[in-house]
């Protein structure tokens, strides 16, 4: 007798990953991430920045709407994760109200004593608790705790930090500066479409400079809140 052998299973496929990212913070990934992560998705943030906006007049929901924008966008973008410009609506955001409220006074209560401190303590605690806000909003950390964490999670990286942010922010600035001037040379003098033309690239050049910032913060935790655990 032949011997039948039943055809082998095609292997289930295997759910798609996330590229690994580098363990160590340096600058050039700092800026390549930013600018990466924040022009991939770069409508859905500007989608996001406008609902933020349109809503910013309703009290209660503006706090949660703030937070989604400025802390929930760049745990979503750490994770690699698609944004869906709606999120800014969840619950959750508007739930974590109370310590995010105490955590920004925690902040600008420290940050301006340090500036007293003839301005560079200042500037170094603005670095050292930039993952702050994401840590509590992730991790459910309370305020002082947040803050605790993200001084840790930052040493040692301070100046990487400090000048990767201002590089992104001038290497974006400085190119869209240039664009807006452009503009403003090319189109006819006082007439409405040059005001509708200038104001649509307004927006649209801020948006960036959010995406690229939203970016920055994304892979600086990425890389960064892990040694918080």
């Known amino acids: 007798m032949t011997e039948q052998t ?20 340096t600058f050039g990934d700092l800026l390549s991430y930013s600018f990466r992560w924040g022009f991939g ?10 609902l933020w ?3 910013l007049w309703i009290p209660y929901v503006n706090v949660g709407t703030t937070i989604a924008l ?12 698609r944004i869906d ?12 109200m109370a310590d995010w409220l105490l955590l ?10 340090g500036l007293l401190f003839f301005v560079i303590p200042g500037l170094v605690l603005t670095i050292g608790w930039v993952l702050a806000p994401l840590l509590l909003v992730d991790r ?5 705790e947040a803050l605790r964490l993200s001084w840790r999670a930052t040493l040692g990286e301070k100046w990487t930090l400090f000048f990767g942010r201002l590089a992104v922010q001038l290497l974006y600035f400085i190119p869209a500066a240039i664009i807006g001037a452009i ?8 007439e409405a479409i040059t005001g509708v033309v200038l104001g649509i690239y307004g927006v649209l050049a801020y948006a960036g400079l959010v995406a690229v910032d939203l970016g920055y913060l994304g892979y600086a935790y990425a890389v960064l809140g892990k040694r918080s655990e």
């Open 104 to 113: 920004m006074v925690l902040l600008i209560f420290g940050i301006v004593a």
């Open 70 to 81: 400025t802390a929930g966008i760049p745990l979503l973008l750490s994770r690699q994760q």
């Open 6 to 25: 039943t055809p082998s299973q095609p292997a289930a496929p295997s759910e798609p990953t996330a590229p690994t990212l580098p363990e160590v913070l």
């Open 140 to 144: 459910g950390s309370t305020p002082t």
């Open 53 to 55: 906006v349109l809503t």
């Open 183 to 190: 503009l403003v040379a090319v189109l006819p003098e006082g």
């Open 85 to 96: 410009p709606t999120i800014i609506f969840d619950r959750r955001y508007r739930d974590a």
């Open 41 to 50: 998705q770069y409508f859905r943030i500007l989608l996001a920045s406008l």
